[in-house]
């Protein structure tokens, strides 16, 4: 079996994931006030997608393919 490129963003959230379930499970949420919960996590996938876009339209423009501009 062939190894592959370790994907950074998958592991990341990979981890986001469990350190939240881990305190989800062992009640380590007294002190946290997650109001501002729903608008953090909106901002970051905002940021996470305007990266994977940017990520996208550079790796098309090093194969050649024509770029959509407006």
């Keep these: ?21 881990l305190l989800l499970l062992t009640g380590g949420l007294d002190g946290l006030h997650l109001e501002w919960a729903g608008p953090i996590v909106a901002i970051a996938l905002g940021v996470l997608i305007v990266l994977a876009a940017r990520a996208n339209r550079a790796r098309d423009a090093d194969a050649g393919a024509p770029s959509v501009d407006s």
């Design 1 to 21: 079996m062939a190894r592959h490129q370790v994907d950074l963003l998958s592991f990341g959230f990979g981890l986001l994931i469990l350190a939240v379930g």
